[in-house]
């Protein structure tokens, strides 16, 4: 396993969880990393991204405001950091390494992914 996502779990509305994504080989060091989610029936989407450095970041509009990603490369790791959470949110969690310097809303565009982590938020 190259990339590990972990930190979900259950929360309560208007909660916070903290998701991280451990890189074990280094797929990430010079690369984009994206997190992306899947709800139950429903497909993979977009959530957020940055870009090797840390310098670029983008966000789907439904967690904008809500959800910060961060990454700490001298760890090989990088971030979800989840405010006010949703029942919407509610989904399994994934972590990707881009092909590029810059993450994409393009799953097409990521190489290596983790296994997931599940976020479940009741209302």
């Known amino acids: 396993v190259q990339l590990q996502a972990s930190g979900g779990g259950f929360v309560q509305a208007g909660g916070s969880l903290r998701l991280s994504c451990a890189d074990s080989?280094?797929?990430?060091?010079?690369?984009?990393v994206g997190w992306f989610r899947q709800a139950p029936g429903k497909e993979r989407d977009f959530v957020a991204a940055?870009?090797?450095?840390?310098?670029?970041?983008i966000y789907a509009d439904s967690v904008k405001g809500r959800f910060t990603i961060s990454r700490d490369n001298a760890k090989n790791m990088v971030y979800l950091q989840m405010d006010s959470l949703k029942p919407e949110d509610t989904a399994i969690y994934y972590c990707?390494?881009?092909?590029?310097?810059?993450?994409?809303?393009?799953?097409?565009?990521?190489?290596?992914w983790g296994q997931g982590t599940q976020v479940t938020v009741s209302s």
């Open positions: 990707a390494s881009a092909r590029r310097a810059y993450g994409s809303r393009d799953q097409n565009e990521y190489v290596y």
């Open positions: 080989r280094r797929t990430f060091s010079n690369n984009g």
């Open positions: 940055i870009s090797w450095r840390g310098g670029n970041t």
